[in-house]
């Protein structure tokens, strides 16, 4: 018998890791992806010179001309408190206890999906439109973009919380970000910021 649960937890044990081999080269395979199609788009910008303007639901102002936009979701962090509990009381005979439990709440920052809704980034502003939730940053506020694997970091100027956006893919709309907060003219790119964009 003890053989038997022997094989079965060696199996379980390598079930896991099998699984998570494979669930590592997904993410592998969906990241090189994401590369690839983002070295496209960057390459059809260098070749044009230009993003390419699109259509946008949102009321632009003058010499304003949107270049991304998409559906996404905008995640923030969020106090969240758990209770950890402990067992302040002690024994005076068998099955005999004094005392009772104790413990504390403790509040830890977790990412929290804020709401959904559609992204838009313009040549001055990004814009999130949600069920619940909007946000309209300046571009020339943004400190700095950092693509991950299906989400985009955003960090602004007098803002304490990043925001996250999910993208489609995350690697192009983080190029469009750093371009068009960079440049008032998205429609006219110097081979530098194009360079600086594609870190060559």
Not at 24 to 35: H, K, P, S
Not at 127 to 150: T, W, Y
Request: charged letters at 25%; hydrophobic letters at 40%; one cysteine or more.
């Amino acid at each position: 018998m003890e053989y038997v649960i022997a094989v079965l937890i060696i199996a379980s044990i390598a079930g896991y890791a099998w699984m998570a081999r494979v669930r590592a080269a997904r993410e592998r395979e969906r990241r090189e992806l994401f590369i690839w199609e983002a070295r496209q788009f960057m390459a059809d910008v260098k070749e044009r010179r230009a993003l390419r303007a699109v259509e946008s639901h949102v009321i632009l102002k003058e010499g304003e001309s949107a270049f991304y936009e998409e559906s996404s979701s905008l995640y923030e962090t969020r106090a969240v408190r758990h209770y950890q509990s402990g067992y302040s009381g002690f024994r005076v005979a068998k099955g005999l206890y004094v005392g009772g439990s104790s413990g504390k709440s403790v509040s830890t920052q977790e990412w929290t999906q804020i709401a959904t809704g559609k992204l838009t980034v313009t040549n001055k502003r990004m814009i999130f439109e949600g069920e619940g939730a909007s946000r309209s940053v300046l571009l020339s506020k943004v400190l700095s973009v950092e693509p991950i694997l299906g989400y985009t970091v955003v960090a602004v100027e007098n803002r304490q919380k990043n925001m996250v956006f999910e993208a489609e893919n995350s690697f192009i709309l983080a190029s469009i970000i750093e371009i068009c907060s960079q440049t008032d003219n998205p429609s006219e790119l110097t081979e530098t910021l194009i360079a600086k964009t594609l870190r060559e």
